[in-house]
């Protein structure tokens, strides 16, 4: 059986952030998955933060990608 370790790159409150930076991902070749979890019991019961998970051998390419965007779009 053969295992793949999954870590995440990226985490937000935000629906449309993680969609974008999932479509950013996936157009680069690189396999991701979506999680949702809740935050730290000093939020809200209702909020959450999910996560974009891809395998480990993708790390680097997708931290590479992630870099690029938020410098390309900070103001």
Same mark, same amino acid.
Do not use: H, W
């Given at each position: /059986? !053969?295992?793949?370790?999954?870590?995440?790159?990226?985490?937000? $409150?935000?629906?449309?952030?993680?969609?974008? /930076?999932?479509?950013?991902?996936?157009?680069?070749?690189?396999?991701? !998955?979506? +999680?949702? $979890?809740?935050? $730290?019991?000093? $939020?809200?019961?209702?909020?959450?933060?999910?996560?974009?998970?891809? !395998?480990?051998?993708? +790390?680097?390419?997708?931290?590479?990608?992630? !870099? +690029?965007?938020?410098?390309?779009?900070?103001?």
């Amino acid at each position: /059986m !053969d295992a793949t370790t999954r870590v995440s790159v990226y985490e937000s $409150s935000s629906p449309q952030e993680i969609q974008l /930076m999932k479509s950013k991902l996936e157009d680069a070749g690189i396999k991701c !998955d979506v +999680e949702n $979890s809740y935050l $730290s019991f000093l $939020s809200t019961p209702t909020a959450t933060n999910t996560f974009i998970k891809v !395998d480990l051998k993708d +790390e680097k390419k997708a931290f590479e990608i992630i !870099d +690029e965007y938020l410098k390309s779009n900070q103001n």
